[in-house]
């Protein structure tokens, strides 16, 4: 069965670093989100992307967030000057339809030291 | 604010018992309300609901919707070991390509020999 990768599934920076999270959604899928679940916390959106543009986000993808598909494969989101409080499992999800189930992938933990 | 509400937050309960686990929710532009098991990483997906008083079955597991009352039951019945995760309730609400999930903190299932 398709699935949706993430990598890498553990990463480890200093805080005020700059880290990409790469995800590669299920391929014929067309809507792509990525979610994040703060430990103990609940799974919380970030961001809806569709046709090369954010459809959707929330007040947490604030301007330290970015994402990206850079390529036909590849869905990334890009986490600027990191702070603390970005330590979390970052979880990437695709969709073939608007509104029906993600696909989530494992997810990548971000620690930030 | 977009709601959803999880009752109970942990339950423990032996093999063989039923449980229901409860779902409620305020959310503006609602379409539709999905079930989810996460157990050590990414949330599996269980259910979509869509529509009032249809409910939805795979196997042990079943669930139902009250567009009416704004809530959803998710039902294990005969519980087994590996039925022990976090289930997650979330709501798409959504208006055109825009489209957001909103998530519950989970219910834990601990189901014990």
């Known amino acids: 069965e398709p699935e949706v990768t993430q990598t890498p599934s553990h990463q480890v920076t200093q805080m005020g670093q700059e880290v990409i999270l790469r995800c590669v959604p299920i391929?014929?899928?067309?809507?792509f989100y990525w979610y994040r679940q703060i430990l103990g916390q609940k799974v919380e959106f970030l961001v809806s992307?569709?046709?090369?543009?954010?459809?959707?986000k929330s007040e947490i993808f604030d301007d330290q967030f970015s994402v990206e598909r850079p390529d036909g494969s590849n869905f990334t989101l890009k986490i600027r000057s990191t702070k603390l409080e970005d330590s979390a499992m970052y979880f990437c999800?695709?969709?073939?339809?608007?509104?029906?189930?993600?696909?989530f992938g494992d997810g990548t933990r971000l620690s930030i030291l | 604010e977009d709601k959803v509400v999880q009752s109970p937050l942990s339950l423990v309960v032996h093999e063989g018992d039923t449980v229901t686990l409860n779902c409620s929710y305020e959310?503006?532009?609602?379409?539709?309300l999905l079930w989810y098991k996460q157990e050590k990483k990414a949330p599996t997906f269980l259910f979509m609901l869509t529509s009032s008083g249809i409910e939805k079955k795979s196997g042990r597991l079943s669930s139902i919707l009250d567009k009416k009352e704004l809530f959803s039951i998710l039902n294990i019945t005969a519980t087994q070991t590996g039925d022990s995760a976090i289930y997650l309730c979330a709501v798409i609400n959504s208006g055109g390509s825009n489209y957001k999930l909103t998530f519950g903190k989970g219910t834990l299932l601990t189901v014990n020999p």
């Open positions: 391929s014929n899928h067309l809507y």
């Open positions: 999800a695709s969709s073939d339809w608007v509104g029906t189930e993600g696909h």
């Open positions: 959310v503006t532009n609602f379409r539709s």
């Open positions: 992307f569709y046709n090369n543009e954010i459809s959707e």
